[in-house]
């Protein structure tokens, strides 16, 4: 009996039944239609196997999506909880793994893949290169990552969630405060899911460095690959930082070793401190991406040239340098002296000027332009406002004295919302319909878009601009309730609506991909925005090899020079085109990991050593194949160029 | 004088227009009762004013750009220049911020030695030290010198600097009276040092800040200042009328749950000190004179790994 309690929920709730309901019915519902359509195979052959860096980019964004979406639910459950005073609508344990998830689900399971689905669609069309360094592994990446999530997910019906907060400090997510298997689910699929994220790093390292096409130099490279360039960079250094952390807290907490205990020499703040060596660079792996979007999407609709390019680089590198020095600035409060708090405090501070560099840079690249409003245009246009309060209450939060003042309250929960929505969520929602017509062939609905945009800032500004006040109130963060006398309610209530309303704005972008899948136009151009870089020059929607000939290149915007220059960019005659050729082991190895993952949290021993045997079975079987890829013929190049020519 | 004179004014500015907002009870941040908070929420106010201009300056140009360059504003045949970039813009483009947070710099270092330090205007008293420490879900503090222990309540003595000693029994809490000043943790492996001073009697709120688990929503505690006399009053009454602490009833105490307020002759400090880990920092009450010198370099950097 005691070995099933330990997958029993230590908290059910009629919530969580109805979500084990719903992810039961979800799961017939999906095999059902798969068996009665006969997709099967299709589903096989042309995604589960897939290398294409376009449609594993897809299913990041499927995988973002859905995140996005249960995160959301979170978010709207606690606002809900806090919205009154005393509430009963949810207990304290529930509302602790709400917050904790909503943490985690946000930046590692939404934001994440928002940004690798940009950077596995864009990034190779956007230097002429027909795929990435390692196919195969950018296929591995994408399901590490899938199976972490889910495995996370699962948390909530299988065992219990992680309920330390997403920063699971020690020793509370230690075995002594934290006796569910919520915490081992933390350590494991966020290593999972880590795990897939490293090796997506040193795969667009290296496809950057490498498959540029001729004549792009590195001073050459459009704005959102050069933010890829820095992002990764960083993820190959703080990753593995984030990697040893896990380890060493699975082995507190499963092997009784003593890192962050209270007694036998372990130091629980050695927790924090490692966290956020991995947790402050984290942001800038989200951020700088987003602002790379932004430029692009700046430049397209200001039809100008991005202002400042040089700085522009010169700006994401040196962020990339202080988004390591600043650490500390977590907890000021932890008592290391005015000393450390005031070398912290500039570093931090310092971000500001760069970061400063790049607004500057967008608002001149606006001048003299000639301003085109359509959805990307827009949400790029209230990113700047937004953030830059965000931006400045940073720079508030930065001193470290008053910081003790602000330090664990709702000031800072207002604070990285107004940064990570804004910029980031936003980036992301612009990108996702400037993208959209080269994905799908067909444009998402201006006017939905528009109203969506206008719509998530006014719940946005709701939500977020009461809570800097409450936090000056005395509201800390975390908080599952608080007394009527406390004064916070009217605060929170006007949250919530802020709340409710951001999340109508979420379900009209769902009702645009709908409306948008039924009845807009298929007959678009390859470049609908006329834009200025050269992923709009491939043919919509994207052949498999992506570029017949590879382009040559002169400038950053390589497509608006062949626009306006006359330069051409298809010289030559076609040849033939190695390309990878698909496999299933990436999703086979991501499934016995998923396995592995799941019996390490319940300390099942046997399954564990299978499953790892098979890990290492997979690798051996690729080290010993013979797999040198395919040719796609001249003949079939041809073909294929004639037909999408003619659609 | 000048600069003060700007401080006053955007101080008595922002915390108009904040306690406008806020339907005229002053935020507790910025209602400050001390010396320490004062100085937190002045440099908040003129953190705030600062960076509204950069908001005001920001806002304007993009409302400017957006007005001024429109499509639907220009010929159809207009063509947008082509403009790399200009030295002396982005000198100003970095110039500016440059000074910007180099002023803020010098002011976040300036408050970092006076908040960690014995509060201005108290130097000459004599601090109360207070051992304050938390478990799940509960504030210990101990009066070493008076020999007396509560539990979630504190009286302090108003006009007299205040010297809490914060440690932790179970998970990393913070330990803030938002009043008086900011928070500052408690942990299971060191004994941290928070420097406070009330200036007019009255009742704070005080809590836990940072998240330690199922109860943390009702892990506060109530703070009363009161004159020196009355404070005096109350410790000769405590220890005619409490009970003493004993092991035995401590260990009872730090059983996860919540209590209400409780009063204890003796501290806990006796059978169960506080740690003595690698952060250590020194035993103030065995050198009061020295402590407020060698606060500033507590922690990591006296310490002997």
């Known amino acids: 009996?005691?070995?099933?309690?330990?997958?029993?929920?230590?908290?059910?709730?009629?919530?969580?039944?109805?979500?084990?309901?719903?992810?039961?019915?979800?799961?017939?519902?999906?095999?059902?239609?798969?068996?009665?359509?006969?997709?099967?195979?299709?589903?096989?052959?042309?995604?589960?196997?897939?290398?294409?860096?376009?449609?594993?980019?897809?299913?990041?964004?499927?995988?973002?999506?859905?995140?996005?979406?249960?995160?959301?639910?979170?978010?709207?459950?606690?606002?809900?909880?806090?919205?009154?005073?005393?509430?009963?609508?949810?207990?304290?344990?529930?509302?602790?793994?709400?917050?904790?998830?909503?943490?985690?689900?946000?930046?590692?399971?939404?934001?994440?893949?928002?940004?690798?689905?940009?950077?596995?669609?864009?990034?190779?069309?956007?230097?002429?290169?027909?795929?990435?360094?390692?196919?195969?592994?950018?296929?591995?990446?994408?399901?590490?990552?899938?199976?972490?999530?889910?495995?996370?997910?699962?948390?909530?019906?299988?065992?219990?969630?992680?309920?330390?907060?997403?920063?699971?400090?020690?020793?509370?997510?230690?075995?002594?405060?934290?006796?569910?298997?919520?915490?081992?689910?933390?350590?494991?699929?966020?290593?999972?899911?880590?795990?897939?994220?490293?090796?997506?790093?040193?795969?667009?390292?290296?496809?950057?460095?490498?498959?540029?096409?001729?004549?792009?130099?590195?001073?050459?490279?459009?704005?959102?690959?050069?933010?890829?360039?820095?992002?990764?960079?960083?993820?190959?250094?703080?990753?593995?930082?984030?990697?040893?952390?896990?380890?060493?807290?699975?082995?507190?907490?499963?092997?009784?070793?003593?890192?962050?205990?209270?007694?036998?020499?372990?130091?629980?703040?050695?927790?924090?401190?490692?966290?956020?060596?991995?947790?402050?660079?984290?942001?800038?792996?989200?951020?700088?991406?987003?602002?790379?979007?932004?430029?692009?999407?700046?430049?397209?609709?200001?039809?100008?040239?991005?202002?400042?390019?040089?700085?522009?680089?010169?700006?994401?590198?040196?962020?990339?340098?202080?988004?390591?020095?600043?650490?500390?600035?977590?907890?000021?409060?932890?008592?290391?002296?005015?000393?450390?708090?005031?070398?912290?405090?500039?570093?931090?501070?310092?971000?500001?000027?760069?970061?400063?560099?790049?607004?500057?840079?967008?608002?001149?690249?606006?001048?003299?332009?000639?301003?085109?409003?359509?959805?990307?245009?827009?949400?790029?246009?209230?990113?700047?406002?937004?953030?830059?309060?965000?931006?400045?209450?940073?720079?508030?939060?930065?001193?470290?004295?008053?910081?003790?003042?602000?330090?664990?309250?709702?000031?800072?929960?207002?604070?990285?919302?107004?940064?990570?929505?804004?910029?980031?969520?936003?980036?992301?929602?612009?990108?996702?319909?400037?993208?959209?017509?080269?994905?799908?062939?067909?444009?998402?609905?201006?006017?939905?878009?528009?109203?969506?945009?206008?719509?998530?800032?006014?719940?946005?500004?709701?939500?977020?601009?009461?809570?800097?006040?409450?936090?000056?109130?005395?509201?800390?963060?975390?908080?599952?309730?608080?007394?009527?006398?406390?004064?916070?309610?009217?605060?929170?209530?006007?949250?919530?609506?802020?709340?409710?309303?951001?999340?109508?704005?979420f379900v009209l972008i769902v009702y645009n991909i709908y409306y948008s899948t039924r009845y807009e136009s298929r007959d678009i151009s390859n470049d609908p925005w006329d834009a200025r870089t050269l992923e709009w020059s491939t043919h919509t929607p994207v052949p498999e090899y992506n570029f017949a000939i590879l382009p040559d290149v002169r400038s950053n915007e390589a497509l608006w020079d062949a626009k306006k220059n006359g330069h051409v960019l298809f010289k030559g005659e076609y040849e033939k085109i190695h390309m990878p050729n698909n496999s299933g082991i990436p999703f086979i190895m991501s499934c016995i990991f998923f396995v592995w993952g799941f019996s390490f949290i319940f300390s099942l021993w046997i399954p564990v050593v299978v499953t790892t045997l098979g890990i290492f079975g997979c690798m051996a079987l690729r080290s010993f194949e013979q797999d040198h890829g395919r040719y796609i013929s001249v003949k079939e190049i041809e073909e294929t160029e004639t037909n999408l020519r003619g659609a | 004088m000048y600069k003060k004179g700007i401080k006053v004014v955007l101080f008595s500015v922002f915390f108009t227009i904040i306690t406008v907002l806020a339907g005229c009870e002053p935020l507790l941040v910025l209602d400050p009762k001390g010396p320490q908070a004062e100085r937190q929420a002045s440099d908040i106010l003129l953190s705030i004013g600062i960076m509204s201009l950069i908001v005001i300056a920001v806002f304007s140009m993009l409302v400017y750009m957006l007005v001024k360059y429109r499509a639907s504003k220009q010929r159809p045949d207009y063509e947008p220049p082509h403009i790399e970039g200009n030295l002396w813009v982005e000198v100003i483009m970095v110039g500016i911020p440059v000074l910007i947070v180099a002023f803020l710099s010098y002011i976040s270092v300036q408050s970092n030695y006076i908040v960690e330090a014995k509060p201005k205007g108290y130097e000459d008293t004599k601090p109360l030290v207070v051992y304050a420490s938390s478990s799940n879900w509960k504030w210990h503090f101990s009066y070493p010198e008076e020999g007396i222990e509560t539990v979630n309540y504190l009286y302090i003595p108003t006009d007299r600097a205040l010297e809490f000693k914060l440690y932790s029994h179970g998970p990393i809490t913070s330990f803030w009276i938002p009043q008086l000043g900011g928070q500052k943790y408690a942990m299971a492996d060191m004994v941290t040092t928070l420097h406070l001073a009330a200036d007019v009697p009255g009742e704070f709120m005080g809590r836990n800040a940072n998240f330690s688990g199922k109860g943390f929503a009702e892990n506060t505690f109530n703070v009363t200042a009161m004159s020196q006399d009355e404070f005096d009053d109350w410790v000769k009454e405590v220890k005619e009328t409490a009970k003493p602490i004993t092991e035995k009833k401590f260990e009872e105490l730090l059983e996860p749950g919540h209590l209400g307020q409780q009063t204890y002759t003796g501290t806990h400090l006796e059978f169960s000190p506080p740690p003595t880990g690698h952060n250590h920092s020194e035993e103030s009450t065995e050198t009061p004179e020295t402590e407020s010198h060698t606060d500033s370099h507590d922690g990591h950097e006296s310490a002997g790994h």
């Not at chain 1, 522009?312 to 907890?331: C, E, K, P, T, Y």
């Open chain 1, 1 to 505: 009996m005691d070995f099933f309690n330990r997958f029993a929920v230590p908290h059910p709730s009629i919530a969580i039944y109805a979500s084990m309901a719903a992810i039961g019915l979800t799961l017939i519902a999906v095999i059902a239609g798969l068996t009665y359509f006969k997709k099967w195979g299709y589903l096989w052959r042309e995604w589960l196997t897939t290398v294409d860096h376009k449609r594993i980019g897809i299913m990041y964004l499927l995988s973002a999506l859905l995140m996005l979406f249960r995160g959301g639910v979170d978010a709207i459950m606690m606002r809900a909880q806090l919205a009154v005073p005393e509430n009963t609508l949810l207990d304290a344990q529930h509302y602790n793994e709400i917050f904790t998830t909503h943490g985690i689900v946000m930046i590692l399971f939404m934001a994440m893949p928002f940004i690798m689905f940009f950077m596995n669609f864009v990034v190779p069309l956007q230097i002429g290169a027909r795929d990435v360094a390692f196919p195969r592994l950018n296929a591995l990446s994408f399901w590490l990552f899938f199976m972490g999530a889910m495995l996370f997910n699962i948390s909530f019906v299988v065992g219990g969630s992680p309920d330390a907060g997403w920063t699971s400090y020690f020793p509370l997510a230690g075995n002594e405060f934290s006796e569910s298997v919520g915490t081992n689910y933390y350590m494991i699929a966020i290593q999972i899911a880590g795990i897939g994220t490293l090796m997506t790093g040193i795969n667009f390292i290296t496809t950057i460095l490498k498959m540029r096409a001729p004549g792009m130099t590195l001073m050459k490279m459009p704005m959102f690959t050069w933010s890829a360039l820095i992002a990764n960079v960083i993820i190959v250094f703080a990753f593995p930082v984030l990697a040893v952390l896990l380890a060493m807290g699975t082995l507190d907490r499963q092997f009784g070793t003593n890192f962050f205990t209270m007694d036998n020499g372990g130091m629980d703040m050695l927790w924090a401190n490692i966290f956020w060596v991995w947790g402050h660079p984290e942001v800038y792996i989200l951020i700088l991406p987003a602002f790379g979007i932004y430029s692009e999407i700046i430049s397209t609709f200001a039809r100008r040239n991005l202002y400042g390019y040089t700085s522009m680089v010169g700006s994401m590198v040196i962020i990339s340098l202080l988004s390591f020095l600043v650490w500390a600035h977590h907890f000021f409060t932890m008592g290391q002296g005015a000393l450390t708090n005031s070398i912290f405090s500039i570093t931090t501070m310092a971000i500001a000027v760069p970061t400063g560099v790049k607004i500057f840079n967008w608002l001149l690249t606006l001048r003299k332009g000639k301003i085109v409003f359509t959805t990307p245009m827009l949400y790029s246009m209230l990113f700047i406002p937004l953030f830059t309060l965000g931006g400045v209450t940073g720079v508030m939060l930065a001193m470290s004295a008053a910081d003790y003042q602000y330090h664990n309250t709702m000031f800072l929960v207002a604070h990285f919302h107004n940064v990570i929505i804004p910029g980031v969520v936003y980036a992301m929602l612009a990108g996702l319909h400037y993208y959209w017509p080269k994905m799908f062939g067909f444009m998402l609905n201006e006017r939905i878009g528009k109203w969506t945009a206008w719509l998530m800032s006014i719940g946005f500004i709701l939500a977020f601009m009461p809570m800097y006040i409450s936090g000056l109130d005395g509201q800390a963060r975390r908080m599952y309730t608080y007394s009527e006398s406390a004064g916070f309610g009217p605060m929170n209530m006007v949250s919530f609506v802020g709340a409710a309303i951001m999340a109508i704005s």
